[in-house]
């Protein structure tokens, strides 16, 4: 599995953004799906993370209630939508791929995209 994020760029404070990450391949409804991201110089920090049909989502409590996870698996994507953003989440956003949610706020993941940066000016 290939993943490809998109759709990061500069904001301000307090605006919307949701970023994309399309998945190559037919299996991705047979992948858990999480977002990631990390800051310059902190340690990559969990998001969010969707279960396979969508229908399970788990949030870290830095973003619950702003940002939401959601994929769409007839086009092989993951979205985070991410409202009232704030200069502390500016960071590279990652997406990434498993296949189970085991643990799934440890950062083991089997596939990971590129990142896509996003800057959030005050």
């Known amino acids: 599995v290939q993943l490809q994020a998109s759709g990061g760029g500069l904001v301000q404070a307090g605006d919307s953004l949701r970023v994309s990450c399309i998945a190559s391949g037919r299996t991705f409804s047979s992948y858990v799906m999480a977002w990631f991201r990390q800051a310059p110089g902190k340690e990559r920090e969990f998001l969010a993370v969707?279960?396979?049909?969508?229908?399970?989502?788990y949030y870290a409590d830095s973003v619950k209630g702003r940002f939401t996870i959601s994929r769409d698996n007839a086009k092989n994507t993951v979205y985070l939508q991410m409202n009232s953003l704030k200069p502390e989440d500016t960071a590279v956003y990652y997406c990434?791929?498993?296949?189970?949610?085991?643990?799934?706020?440890?950062?083991?993941?089997?596939?990971w995209g590129q990142g896509t940066l996003v800057t959030v000016s005050s």
């Open positions: 990434a791929a498993r296949r189970d949610l085991t643990a799934y706020r440890n950062g083991k993941y089997d596939y």
């Open positions: 969707i279960g396979w049909t969508g229908g399970t989502t």
